[in-house]
């Protein structure tokens, strides 16, 4: 008589085919047969991590709702999410979280690949170099995690294609509006600071996220271009 699978192991399965079927069919819809089949394989891979690693709560309409947005919807954040999960995975120091990570809709990663040492890196569902260049993520650094970078994950879930699109166009706008900045000011900072605060720390999902981790005031954007707005009086 055969023995029953593992729950994990059933699960991975599940998930993978489920989450291979909408992936398929967000990208037909967006790019015929190719994209029918980058769209599996990514639905596919983002449901093997999340099936064996038991990502996903499903005990809560919150944690379905995650892995539907992932598969379809927010089915490009999820493929670069699937990249960073891929190069983190491959690396024996990319620190895996599991205590952050499971039944909590998201990977975890306390280091891994970032585009800036200080700062965590968060694509699709995947949030890494989350110990922000320590050695190890602390506790004091879990409301970090919850509020802000969590709520990166959500954002891409929710608004699915248009949170990248901001973030290249907005890169872009601040890019622009900071070398103007610099060409006419005289007392103006480095160039360097004024595009990353006018292309990054200005970036309204950025500002939505700073704000609701209370460290808006307390970040390091340039006053000069700080959105005014985040001031308290």
């Given amino acids: 008589m055969k023995a029953k699978p593992a729950p994990t192991t059933l699960e991975t399965v599940l998930v993978t085919v489920v989450g291979g079927a909408l992936g398929a069919a967000t990208g037909y819809l967006i790019g015929d047969v190719p ?5 599996a394989t990514m ?6 991590f999340g099936g064996i690693r038991n990502t996903y709560g499903w005990r809560t309409a919150r944690g379905w709702f995650a892995f539907v947005m992932d598969s379809s919807w927010g089915l490009l954040g999820t493929t670069l999410g699937v990249g960073l999960n891929v190069i983190n995975s491959r690396s024996r120091n ?3 979280r599991a205590d952050l990570s499971r039944r909590q809709n998201r990977h975890v990663f306390e280091r891994g ?6 700062f965590a890196f968060t694509h699709g569902n995947v949030i890494s170099n989350a ?20 709520l990166h994950v959500w954002q891409n879930r929710i608004f699915g294609p248009i949170y990248q699109a901001v973030y290249v166009g907005w890169f872009l706008l601040g890019a622009a509006v900071a070398t103007i900045t610099k060409a006419f000011r005289r007392d103006a900072p480095p160039l360097r600071r004024l595009v990353e605060t006018a292309a990054y720390y200005d970036n309204p999902f950025e500002y939505w996220a700073y704000r609701r981790d209370d460290h808006w005031e307390t970040n390091s954007a ?7 707005p985040g001031r308290r009086s």
């Fill in 35 to 39: 994209g029918l089949a980058a769209g």
């Fill in 113 to 118: 690949a970032c585009m800036k040492r200080g």
């Fill in 43 to 48: 639905g596919g891979v983002n449901g093997v």
């Fill in 222 to 228: 340039e006053p000069m271009l700080k959105w005014r």
């Fill in 131 to 150: 110990a922000t260049g320590r050695e190890t993520l602390g506790d004091e650094r879990r409301e970090f995690i919850d509020r802000h970078e969590g």
């Fill in 94 to 96: 990319s620190g895996y």
